[in-house]
């Protein structure tokens, strides 16, 4: 068991501690991550564009996915291991049982599946299996050719009343935790008042219980030159990339991170 286990992160969120996680892919930023205090590590499919060089996540598989997950748990002790199901990979609840398997059977603690109100069965027949899920709600980019881009979601009352809806249902059904993508810091905040579970953000202000970002985007380095609004690079002002992730942490912990410049409003 690593040092950070969900009922650390639920503890966390008792006492009003934020909680820190990056993703990470690799065995030498996950020792790094580790030095500098990250609690919990996402191996993301965001791997299929940051290191695969593809521009959306959807080409990216589970045997990938479990290529990384092996490759982080390698370099890891503390931080709590999460891994994205990739696209299509929760298709169907065979599909959702032996893909999770394989990412658990591979190092991770948890999984973490992309969607809405329709993960309730898959997150139900997981968790009473052993398999602790996040759910991602809100912009989900393995959505992305029905979403139209990759857009603020739960701008109208509308959306935003079906998504604290959705959270408060998938908390039910078995949810450890959700992580929230590009939702109004109000909504965002509502959210995370309303469920017990920790809540995640990135592009979703500074009140939910933790922070996420894509390692490569905080440490300033991007393929096609543009930067979301919600991204800071910690590497200004820092000699190493040891420091930038502990710039991170620290801002994280702090609530500097994230600005009200890095969120968006209804
Ligand atoms: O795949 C990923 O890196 C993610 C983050 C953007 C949250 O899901």
């Known amino acids: 068991m690593p040092a950070i286990t969900l009922t650390t992160l639920q503890s966390l969120k008792q006492k009003g501690e934020k909680i ?4 990470c892919y690799d065995a030498t930023f996950a020792h ?19 290191l695969q060089g593809h521009d959306s996540t959807l080409p990216v598989t589970t045997a990938e996915m479990a290529y990384h997950v092996a490759s982080v748990k390698r370099g890891n002790s503390d931080a709590l291991i999460l891994a994205d199901l990739p696209f299509m990979a929760n298709a169907t609840l065979e599909q959702t049982l032996s893909n999770s398997a394989m990412l658990m059977q591979a190092g991770a603690h948890m999984v973490k599946v992309e969607g809405a109100l329709w993960l309730a069965e898959s997150i139900r027949l997981l968790a009473e299996r052993g398999v602790p899920v996040c759910a991602h709600m809100g912009l989900t980019p393995q959505a992305v050719n029905i979403l139209g881009g990759y857009k603020v979601q739960g701008r109208n009352e509308n959306q935003a009343r079906q998504m604290r809806a959705d959270a408060i249902s998938l908390e039910q059904a078995g949810a450890a935790m959700l992580l929230l993508e590009c939702v109004p810091s109000e909504l965002a905040a509502e959210i995370s ?40 690079n910690f590497m200004l002002g820092q000699d190493s990339v040891q420091s930038a992730l502990q710039a991170y942490v620290n801002e994280v912990k702090a609530v500097t991170f994230p600005g009200i410049e890095h969120g968006f409003s209804a």
């Open 20 to 23: 820190t996680m990056l993703t």
């Open 32 to 50: 790094a991550c580790n030095e500098a205090g990250v609690e919990v590590l996402l191996v993301g499919d965001s791997l299929g564009m940051v």
């Open 193 to 232: 008042q309303a469920v017990k579970i920790p809540v995640i953000g990135i592009g979703a202000g500074a009140e939910t219980d933790g922070q996420v970002l894509v390692l490569h985007d905080m440490l300033g380095l991007s393929i096609t030159g543009r930067v979301p609004k919600f991204v800071k």
